[in-house]
Every structure is written in structure tokens, then in C-alpha cells.
Nanobody, 118 residues
Framework: QVQLVETGGRLVQAEGSLRLSCAAS????????MGWFRQAPGKEREFVAA????????QYADFVKGRFTISRDNAQNTVYLQMNSLKPEDAAVYYC???????????WGQGTQVTVSS
């Protein structure tokens, strides 16, 4: 089991930047793949980015490539999502997740709200 708590969401202007953090507690953080997902009102939750256990391999949704960066600090049990050049369509609740498969994440945080004003 791992518990996840996201922080960092807030209101930001378009073209601005924001860094989300996800702190993990419980079983060994470094043994989990970590991912970020988001869900906008009226839409399904979608994949944003993911990192391998070491951070050496990352994956991104096409709509964030070149703008968002996922990173992790295994010593601090934390995963980050650096978001640059934010667009109004990036507004959503962002969720952190942990798992042992790139296609299935078993543990989820409560989410943090990101609002982007145009």
C-alpha cells in the first residue's frame, strides 16, 4: 500500500507555469511506477505523464509533450509535474498515481485543482 497526497494546484494565467508535487508514504516508493492523470469537468480522466521506478524512462501524452515534465526524487518519496506554457484546456483536477504496470495504476491521490485563466 502507498498513500499519495498531491499539492501545488492553483489558479494560474495562460502561458504561465506551475509545479505539482505528490508525496508518497507507505511501502517503498522507489518500487512503483508513478503517473499523473487529469480530469476536467464533464470529461473522462486522461493520462498525462508517467515515470519508471528510477525516473530513467518517462512517457507523455501528446498534448503535453514539450510543455510538461515528470520527475521524481526517490530519496524524498516525491514525484513532480512541471507544467509550462499552460493553456486554458489544461485546467483540470490532477491526480497522482502509483502502480507496477504502465497500463494499470493501483493507488491514487485525492487530486489537486489546476485552473488556467485566459
Amino acid at each position: 500500500q502507498v498513500q499519495l497526497v498531491e499539492t501545488g494546484g492553483r489558479l494560474v494565467q495562460a502561458e504561465g507555469s506551475l509545479r505539482l508535487s505528490c508525496a508518497a508514504s507507505g511501502r517503498s516508493f522507489s518500487s512503483y511506477l508513478m503517473g499523473w492523470f487529469r480530469q476536467a469537468p464533464g470529461k473522462e480522466r486522461e493520462f498525462v505523464a508517467a515515470s519508471s521506478e528510477s525516473g530513467g524512462t518517462t512517457q507523455y501524452a501528446d498534448f503535453v509533450k514539450g510543455r510538461f515534465t515528470i520527475s521524481r526524487d526517490n530519496a524524498q518519496n516525491t514525484v513532480y509535474l512541471q507544467m509550462n506554457s499552460l493553456k486554458p484546456e489544461d485546467a483540470a483536477v490532477y491526480y497522482c498515481a502509483a502502480g507496477n504496470s504502465w497500463v494499470k495504476f493501483d493507488f491514487w491521490g485525492q487530486g489537486t485543482q489546476v485552473t488556467v485563466s485566459s
